[in-house]
């Protein structure tokens, strides 16, 4: 197992790694994902696991202004690196 990853919990990795490998997709949506399957994950811990993922590059971040709104989102993206860890998770 990739030791940068020991201090992450294996499971909410997968689960959010899986969530952002079908499409782009904002940190709110990851939640009501987890939600709709009845996982009990506090937001923060989410949100941290998304930060430490990011400086990991494992996943990459796109800031988003919809309708001219200045209101920021920013969207979730798995990279290359990603990828190749999901990967590793689904054969084991």
Known sequence: MNPELIKLDNKIVKIILNIINSHEIYGFEILSIIKEFNQKLDETIVYSTLKSLEKKGYITTFKTCEDGN??????YCLTEKGQELLNTFISL
């Open 70 to 75: 200045c209101c920021v989102k920013i969207r």
